[in-house]
């Protein structure tokens, strides 16, 4: 089966592409190209000389993409001739937690309003608004999603949805935490769910006033209080640290006991703890989206990782992501680029202190802990864009810095930005390979910044940083809002980036993933969030989580088959034995 997708707004007038196929419309005689209704289009009847001339179109415009032909009948929605198409859809299960795994713009939504019953998928016809659900229906197989969606036909079901942004929120809703949330308590659990999310000394405050971090909380409560059949949390751990997470992990499947559940997850540490089940969605950004039949946890998330599908024979990734045996790396660092002690600093009725500490060149050191205890504040400090009250910071070394929030609202296209901010460099050579195209920038080049996702968004500003001149690179939460293997390849980014330049990085993360690939030590930061913190460290990375871990009470172990850190379940045998010896990280994958 061979599908072609045309993005509009790589089409329109005085763009190269327009240009191209203007050229190309009608000259083999029929109507392969076409220009109708203000748009082009491109039959996927076409003859070979113009499929050839559509996969030259230039600008990344058109698509043309060979699928299996068996998907033909999987297929659940299309949005126009040369639009997006979604095969198969994942099934709400009673008494599990049902995961998705996979990239952003695979078609997530498009599930979501299926599976909720907000509109009726086409199965494809995309000229008819005459498909019934009872169509729907009679396409499915006998078993649980064709029993669930005879349920959505008789308006049996009632869905409660947590946003992916929850950083919106306070554009678009008014007043205190305490008044949204008691007006959508459906299920008369105010108080018992306040408590459970930890949000009760934010009652009192407006949603404006809150962080990441309170933002996903309030959005996750306010989403439990709902008296709903199915639950979908898209991205609950965003902001959160681990000790956050975790919360939330058994707030979710105490939930499940009762309710079905679908979560969307990009952290594969809270992704393998939390789910039961696991459907992996692929295929290409804006083009199509496969949802795979649902698969155990751990061999869903392996399968990902080596990026090849066994059951449909798909590679969905050129090669695989790989977690490596750690070494100590220290030996492999030079000299130091900037050296701190004894610092102390106030905000309000929070304080920050420090022992002494230093990072040398091409070392990353991974930042970690709790919320509100000073990380951000200390990146600042080390920045220069907060003045610290007592203490030393050695001077003279150059600082580029990503911070937690980027807003950035500048009306031009990506290529203009880059231009601007880091010069040629970004175009050729060794940081065009390793991070320009490894974060996937360059179908990006043309968009307008300010209409670009979050994720996107998140891309571009890991690059502008790693692509200013600098001795030593601080990057705050940059695995938010990118997928599971857009991180993988930001980590490893940033990591070749300071080991070819000889520079230093500190990286803020709460995805312990990340920090296992892109750490060669740790910061750890202890204390009380929002009363005060100390930062430790930094120390070797085994050991630094050894003592993060211990606070945050959780024990990993390695996966045998691809080396993953995976969370013990409290208690197992397994957590209790690496306890015992004070191995909260394992480094191998007995």
Sequence with gaps: MRIVVLDDERCQPNMPAYDYLQKYAGSCGGECIQFTDGK?????????????????????AVKVINLPTELDSDMIHRYSLNGFRLFRLPT???????????????????????????????????????TTWDDVIDTLPRGELRDFFVSVKNGEIKVALKPQNVDKLPKRVQGT????????????????LV?????????????????????????????????????????????????????IVRIIQELAKTKRVIVIEHD???????????????????????????????????????????????????????????????????NPTIQWGQLKKNLGQFELTTNEGSVHRSEVVG??????????????????????????????????????????????????LLDSEIGMRWRSGEFNVNVIR????????????KKLSGGERQAVSIAVCLGREADLYLLDEPSAHLDANARMEAAKAIRRTMEANEKSAFVIDHDVYFIDIVSDSLLVFEGEGGVHGKAMGPYSLRD??????????????????????????????????????GDFYSFDSK
């Excluded at 935490?177 to 018992?192: A, C, I, T, Y």
């Excluded at 804006?286 to 059951?311: C, D, K, Q």
């Excluded at 907060?386 to 009306?411: F, N, R």
Aim: net charge positive; aromatic share 8%.
């Design 40 to 60: 082009w289009k491109i039959l996927e009847t076409a003859c070979p000389v113009c499929f050839t001339r559509a996969k030259l179109c230039p600008g990344d």
């Design 92 to 130: 709400p299960t009673k008494e599990s937690v049902v995961g998705v795994l996979g990239p952003n713009g695979m078609g997530k939504s498009t599930a979501f309003n299926a599976l909720s019953g907000r509109s009726v998928p086409n199965l494809g016809d995309w000229r008819s608004d005459e």
């Design 177 to 192: 935490v305490e008044s949204l949330l008691r007006k959508v308590d459906e299920r008369g659990m105010f108080n018992q």
């Design 195 to 247: 408590t459970a999310t930890g949000i009760q000394n934010l009652l009192s405050r407006t949603v404006q006033q809150l962080s990441g971090g309170e933002l996903q909380r309030m959005a996750i409560c306010a989403t439990l209080l709902r008296d709903a059949d199915v639950y979908f949390f898209d991205e609950p751990s965003s902001y959160l640290d681990i000790h956050e997470r975790m919360r």
């Design 268 to 334: 594969l540490a809270v992704l393998d703890v939390l789910a039961d089940l696991v459907h992996i969605v692929y295929g290409k950004k804006g083009a199509f989206g496969v949802f795979t039949p649902a698969r155990s946890t751990r061999t869903a998330i392996n399968a990902y990782l080596e990026g090849y599908l066994p059951e449909e024979n798909v590679r969905i990734r050129d090669k695989p992501i790989k977690f490596q045996k750690h070494y100590d790396r220290r030996a492999d660092i030079g």
């Design 367 to 416: 930042v970690v802990g709790a919320n509100g205890t000073g990380k951000s504040t200390m990146i600042k400090i080390l920045s220069g864009e907060l003045e610290y009250d007592a203490g030393w910071v050695t001077d003279g070394t150059t600082i580029s810095y990503k911070p937690q929030h980027i807003d950035v609202d500048m009306d031009c296209s990506v290529q203009m």
């Design 438 to 449: 490894a974060l996937g920038i360059e179908p990006l080049l043309p968009k307008r910044v």
């Design 544 to 581: 630094g989580m050894n003592r993060f871990l211990n606070d945050v009470n959780v024990t990993f172990r390695r996966d045998h088959d691809s080396k993953r850190p995976r969370i013990n379940k409290a208690e197992s045998r397994k957590d209790r034995e690496q306890r015992e010896v």
